[in-house]
């Protein structure tokens, strides 16, 4: 399975971003599909995360109510949309998916496919 984020970018406080993620390969496997992001100096940490059929979904506390995640799985994508940035949601963007179904999962060590990152960058 590889996993290929798009739609960083820099955007000022208030602004909105979508960001994309589109699974390749033996994309069968894939079930639970979430976003990570990690801060300048900071560790990995969890953003949001959603069930196999899209209906289910987790959030942090820190973006609940400000980003919305959602899946297409006719196209095998993964969305994040982030609304009324702030400076401290700079940060690199990872997608992630596992075969598993605990969507609750927050933990990095628990999906086994990752993207490559996108930057996002708000400005004060």
């Known amino acids: 399975v590889q996993l290929q984020a798009s739609g960083g970018g820099l955007v000022q406080t208030g602004g909105s971003l979508r960001l994309s993620c589109a699974a390749s390969?033996?994309?069968?496997?894939?079930?639970?599909m979430g976003w990570f992001r990690q801060p300048p100096g900071k560790e990995r940490e969890f953003v949001a995360a959603?069930?196999?059929?899209?209906?289910?979904?987790n959030y942090a506390d820190s973006v609940q109510g400000r980003f919305t995640i959602s899946r297409d799985n006719a196209r095998n994508t993964v969305y994040l949309q982030m609304a009324n940035l702030k400076p401290e949601d700079t940060a690199v963007y990872y997608c992630?998916?596992?075969?598993?179904?605990?969507?609750?999962?927050?933990?990095?060590?628990?999906?086994?496919?990752w993207g490559q990152g996108t930057q996002v960058t708000v400005s004060s």
């Open positions: 959603l069930n196999g059929s899209g209906v289910r979904k």
């Open positions: 390969g033996r994309t069968f496997r894939i079930n639970v």
């Open positions: 992630a998916a596992d075969p598993t179904s605990n969507f609750y999962n927050r933990s990095p060590g628990g999906y086994s496919y």
